[in-house]
C-alpha cells in the first residue's frame, strides 16, 4: 500500500515547493497579470461607455439631422408657395397692365381715326366747295359772257329780292 499513499516527507516536501511556488508567484507574477487584467477591464469599459455615448450621439444627430430635414422640407414647401403666389401675382399684374395699354392704344387710335375722319371731311367739304364755285364760275361766265343772259340774270336777281 506504500504506492497508493504518499509517504509523510513526500507530502512534507511537495507543501514546502508549492508555498515557494506559490510566493514567488505571488510576488512577481500575480501583480502584474492582475493589474494587466484591471486595465484591460478599464480600457474595455471605457470602450464600451464611449461606443454607448457615440450611440447616443449618433441618434442626437440622426433625430437633428430628421428635424432639419423636416424644416428645409416646410421651408422649400414654404418658398415654393411664396413664389407661385408671386408668379401668380405677377402675371396678374401683367394682364392688367396689358389690358391698361390696350385700351390706351384702342382710345388713341379711335381718338386718331377720328381726327382723320374730321379732317378728311373738311377736306371733301373744301374740295366740293371749291367744286362747286369753279362749276358754278364756268357757267355764269359763259352764260354771262353774253350782254342778254346778264340782263336777264339781273332782272332775276331783282325778282327774286321783291319776292322775298
Not at 28 to 35: A, D, G, R, Y
Not at 70 to 95: C, P, S
Amino acid at each position: 500500500m506504500e504506492l497508493v499513499t504518499p509517504g509523510i516527507g513526500l507530502i512534507f516536501w511537495q507543501t514546502v515547493v508549492f508555498l515557494v511556488v506559490f510566493a514567488i508567484l505571488a510576488m512577481f507574477v500575480w501583480k502584474p497579470i492582475t493589474e494587466a487584467l484591471r486595465t484591460r477591464e478599464g480600457f474595455i469599459s471605457d470602450s464600451l461607455k464611449a461606443a454607448e455615448l457615440a450611440k447616443e450621439e449618433m441618434n442626437q444627430l440622426k433625430a437633428d439631422n430628421e428635424y432639419l430635414l423636416q424644416e428645409a422640407r416646410f421651408e422649400r414647401e414654404k418658398i415654393l408657395k411664396e413664389a407661385n403666389a408671386v408668379a401668380n401675382q405677377i402675371k396678374e399684374d401683367a394682364k392688367v397692365e396689358t389690358a391698361k395699354i390696350t385700351e390706351k392704344m384702342i382710345d388713341d387710335a379711335r381718338k386718331s381715326i377720328e381726327s382723320e375722319k374730321q379732317n378728311a371731311l373738311k377736306d371733301v367739304k373744301n374740295l366740293v366747295a371749291e367744286l362747286s364755285l369753279n362749276i358754278a364760275e364756268k357757267v355764269i361766265r359763259q352764260d354771262l359772257a353774253k350782254d342778254n343772259a346778264q340782263k336777264e340774270l339781273i332782272q332775276e336777281f331783282v325778282k327774286d329780292i321783291k319776292v322775298n
